[in-house]
């Protein structure tokens, strides 16, 4: 079988040349339309999916963070409304109690107004009886007196009065 | 196809070829360069079918050379293996659906069927691991390491590549040409009385045929993870 390789030295070397000449020219074409770009796209995509993956991370990471901002906010609205409910509570009874207090006084200051004022009426009522009284009784005294009176019980009454009257002055 | 006047020979600037050689080696080169060709056009981010087959075949033969190479060496490689790779592939695979004769000469066959072929590829892979040795190491450790690990195992040394550089050529050459040899042999069977050996070769010729199949692409592997291993063990100081 290598009979035919013995023959012609020349043989071996023409084959030799070719294949290396086509097998470096397959090598530089294979290079150029298929392996550099192919190896790009790979690269390119590896770079993508590790970015893909920070990217991922990343964000996995901020919604962790949202979410505790999220809990801390509710914990503190929860805590805030407590507080709001609590000072509410506390200013209803201040204000309650205030309200009462106030009520007692002024409770106690219309009984005293009206206990003064029934006393004042009564007082004027009394008054102005008496007065009553005291107007009717002259003018019953001075219908009276008109129609019984003598000349005479006229003048004893005038003296009267006027020792009344002496009487008076010296003390 | 043993003999010599099985060989259609020419004659250019002084060089003699091999026209079975130069014709079928011509068709593979073609056929390799149209398969990857067609298979890397549109590439996108998101691979399509084509793309798909290409970056698995880049992915299968770094595999290879990964397995003796260290990782971060394989680039410089990738695209030797590769190449070799599928031409090895397509010209082992080549010679099972086409083989043109003319006249008892051989035109188109395999091209790994000849040794001179083969040889050639084994010649490139001791002369690339030579010079990566050289462009990693530097001239004077590279060519100390054939004095490891001591300065009278240079013979052994020097023997030892011209083996590597033998055994990696024949190997190939020596499956895909039986190969073929055979099925010539079955082809002539078939054809030598009439319609009886016909029917009996068919079966015979299609079980080899994917034999030769199965052969091929093992040889095509195996000259890939050899020349890999060849190659890496220049690539390291041997202690």
Redesign the interface.
């Known amino acids: 079988?290598?009979?035919?390789?013995t023959?012609?030295a020349?043989?071996?070397?023409?084959?030799?040349?070719?294949?290396?000449i086509?097998?470096v020219?397959?090598?530089w074409?294979?290079?150029v339309?298929?392996?550099k770009?192919?190896?790009e796209?790979?690269e390119?995509?590896a770079d993508?999916i590790s970015n893909d993956i920070d990217s991922a991370e990343k964000s996995r990471l901020e919604a962790e963070s949202l979410a505790k901002q999220r809990q801390d906010a509710l914990a503190n609205s929860r805590q805030e409304a407590s507080s709001i409910v609590d000072s509410a509570k506390k200013q209803g009874q201040q204000q309650r109690d205030g309200i009462l207090a106030d009520a007692q006084t002024e409770v106690l200051t219309l009984k005293q107004n009206a206990q003064k004022d029934i006393e004042q009426q009564r007082q004027d009522a009394l008054l102005n009886a008496r007065n009553d009284v005291a107007d009717l009784s002259i003018e019953i005294a001075s219908k009276i007196i008109q129609k019984e009176l003598s000349a005479n019980d006229q003048k004893a009454l005038i003296d009267s009065y006027i020792e009344g009257l002496g009487k008076q002055h010296e003390s | 196809m043993g003999d010599p006047s099985s060989v259609p020979t020419f004659q250019f600037g002084g060089l003699t070829f091999n026209a079975a050689n130069i014709i079928s080696g011509l068709i593979a080169f073609v056929l390799v360069f149209l398969f990857v060709f067609a298979l890397s056009r549109h590439l996108t981010l998101r691979p399509g079918k084509g793309q798909n087959v290409l970056e698995w075949l880049i992915e299968f033969t770094n595999g290879i050379l990964k397995g003796s190479i260290h990782g971060n060496e394989v680039g410089a490689f990738g695209l030797y293996g590769f190449t070799l790779f599928l031409f090895l592939f397509i010209s082992n695979e080549m010679g099972l659906f086409i083989q043109v004769a003319v006249g008892a000469k051989d035109y188109v066959r395999s091209p790994t069927a000849d040794p001179v072929v083969t040889m050639t590829f084994s010649l490139a892979t001791m002369m690339l691991a030579q010079y990566a040795g050289v462009s990693k190491l530097g001239w004077k450790k590279h060519f100390t390491g054939y004095l490891k690990p001591f300065v009278f195992w240079l013979p052994i040394s020097i023997f030892e590549e011209f083996t590597n550089f033998l055994t990696l050529g024949l190997r190939i050459f020596g499956v895909i040409f039986s190969g073929e040899m055979l099925l010539k042999i079955i082809g002539q069977l078939a054809f030598s009385h009439g319609i009886v050996t016909m029917i009996i070769a068919l079966p015979i010729e299609m079980f080899w045929q994917g034999f030769s199949l199965f052969l091929g692409a093992i040889q095509a592997f195996v000259f890939v993870t050899l020349s890999s291993v060849y190659i890496s063990q220049k690539l390291e100081i041997e202690e």
């Open positions: 079988m290598f009979s035919h390789l023959v012609a020349g043989l071996m070397v023409g084959d030799m040349v070719f294949y290396a086509a097998f020219l397959l090598l074409l294979i290079g339309f298929a392996w770009p192919v190896n796209m790979l390119k995509r993508k």
